[in-house]
């Protein structure tokens, strides 16, 4: 059912989602939830957690709904599962064995309501030896394989790709693809379950097509030596005369020959096809995107199928014709921020609102949800526990 008050856009509308308030990849795939219409209600702790920014600006919690319950309180843990009866879906970030210590795990939720969906966000995974342990995106990747295999300098360091291959992509989204394919099965034959979304999971996942080429002889196991990790001429980065960059992803004949006839190199095109002269071409497009501006470039390639484009900015990038032209990137109460995704024709997802200040829509959850347990009471506690880092899977 719809949210009684509220607009409900997106596929998922009627979709009822509790989130355990965490940091970084539960926040990100409940984030995704509630883009594509589902009712996500934050449950946020008395002081935490974050990362130090403004929840104003925490984007990763917009079109959510924020209660403020203290699960080490009288009552906390209570409340939440009142919540848990009538949602569909919950996510939590815990550590192994924390939301079972506050009363909140799997078997306490399951209890509640058996169709339920229970979504849990970590890095290492449920068990293992490094379960317990704490951790961050780079170490998660860096056991896999993955980290070990992105960089142009198969003697110098691997290049560090932000937190968006482990945290969100290994982790966000294989979690959402989890949760999702969990609550058809629950709505098929009325059974939840628990769906432990690992980063290294996720991210060794990805590597699926890499290993291929692996056991092929089609890669290498080292970096920067490869078709597409900077080791080929022709699908790579390059400076331009102002500083900018150019990327280059020719790897197809076709595409390959129109690179080569724009950048003026057509002399050198043969290369393409014998390793040894790599080095040789390699150098011949470097300079010869040094002698141009990264804007003047980009209007030399413009329109054509050589498959080059600028490398832009995160503020850059919004202005570009084709995404503005999209609308992948919309401004919500002043902030611009990338547009929900993917596209539906029926139900398209929105921006609906900013990010979830923590606690400011308790009364209304309350009586949405009819849960009146989120007394008023429970909404101001003091401080933060001090043991609350330790409870995040960081």
């Given amino acids: 059912m719809t949210t009684p008050g509220r607009s409900r856009t997106g596929p998922l509308s009627g979709v009822r989602v509790v989130e355990l308030a965490g940091i970084g990849p539960g926040p990100f795939a409940a984030m995704l939830l509630a883009d594509l219409g589902a009712d996500v209600v934050r449950v946020d702790r008395p ?47 815990y550590r192994p064995g924390v939301a079972e210590r506050l009363g909140v795990g799997p078997d306490a939720c399951l209890a509640r309501n058996p169709r339920l969906v229970y979504g849990r966000m970590t890095g290492w995974g449920q ?19 993955t980290l070990g295999m992105i960089g142009p300098d198969p003697e110098g360091p691997p290049s560090i ?10 982790g966000s989204l294989y979690l959402v693809i989890g949760v999702l394919a969990a609550l058809q099965h629950a709505r098929a034959h009325g059974e939840g379950q628990v769906v432990d979304a690992a980063i290294v999971d996720g991210t060794a996942h990805l590597a699926t097509m890499i290993h291929g080429m ?10 920067g030596v490869n078709l597409l990790d900077g080791g080929c001429p022709f699908y790579g980065t390059y ?34 096809h014998d390793l040894a002269r790599w080095g040789e071409l390699r150098a011949a497009v470097a300079d010869r995107f040094r002698t141009r501006t990264r804007d003047e470039w980009t209007a030399v390639f413009e329109g054509t199928d050589a498959c080059v484009a600028p490398v832009l900015s995160l503020r850059e990038a919004p202005a570009h014709p084709h995404l503005a032209a999209r609308g992948t990137f919309v401004e919500h109460a002043g902030l611009v921020q990338p547009a929900p995704a993917p596209r539906f024709s029926a139900t398209p997802g ?44 960081a």
């Fill in 161 to 170: 790709p932000a937190n968006l291959v482990g945290d969100y992509a290994g």
């Fill in 350 to 393: 929105t921006v609906r609102t900013g990010p979830a200040l923590p606690g400011t829509d308790t009364d209304e959850v309350a009586r949405d949800w009819a849960v009146p347990a989120l007394h008023p009471d429970a909404r101001h506690p003091d401080a933060q526990h001090p043991d609350d880092a330790k409870e995040q899977q």
């Fill in 127 to 145: 068990d293992g030896p490094l379960a317990p342990t704490a951790g961050h995106d780079i170490g998660y990747i860096a056991i896999t394989g």
């Fill in 239 to 272: 400076a331009t005369s102002d500083g900018g960059h150019m990327a280059v992803g020719a790897l197809e004949q076709q595409f390959y020959d129109e690179f080569v006839r724009l950048l003026g190199i057509e002399d050198l095109a043969p290369a393409r």
């Fill in 214 to 223: 692996l056991a092929a002889g089609g890669w290498q196991d080292r970096r």
């Fill in 47 to 93: 002081g935490g957690p974050g990362l130090g920014i403004d929840p104003a600006f925490d984007l990763t919690n917009r079109n959510k709904r924020s209660v403020l319950v203290d699960l080490k309180a009288d009552g906390g843990p209570d409340t939440v599962l009142d919540l848990v009866a009538r949602a569909d879906v919950l996510i939590e970030g």
